[in-house]
């Protein structure tokens, strides 16, 4: 199957999300304009935060728009993938610590 489910050129259809919904469209459109942008953060420090985001979640279009994001802004290859590992250590413990659950049900049934 040549045909890809998530096509890198509808990345360029983005800003259409608006086109059913436009007040909401807009709404969010000042928002993520507002939260990307710099601040007490840098934006080269919210993209790299973007770009860990992005592949935590597993969103292609948000890793291209990303990793183009720091690419333009100066951000190393080595950076950007110090921000992924940060993102998968965080899942990681993210799992791991939900596994308290396991443990609880376990501890309960050998009561």
């Not at 928002?31 to 592949?55: F, P, S």
């Not at 597993?58 to 990793?67: F, K, N, R, S, V």
């Not at 899942?91 to 659950?101: F, K, P, S």
Request: aromatic share 10%.
């Amino acid at each position: 199957m040549s045909q890809q489910y998530y096509e890198p050129k509808d990345l360029q259809d983005f800003p259409n999300i608006t086109e059913y919904a436009p007040e909401p469209g807009k709404k969010f459109f000042e928002y993520y304009a507002q939260a990307t942008q710099a601040g007490l953060l840098t934006e080269r420090e919210k993209a790299l935060i973007a770009l860990a985001v992005a592949t935590v979640r597993h969103c292609p279009y948000c890793i291209d728009a990303y990793t183009n994001k720091c690419l333009s802004l100066g951000v190393s290859s080595d950076e950007m993938m110090e921000a992924v590992h940060v993102g998968a250590a965080m899942t990681a413990g993210d799992v791991l610590a939900h596994a308290t659950q396991v443990r609880k049900i376990i501890k309960k049934k050998e009561m």
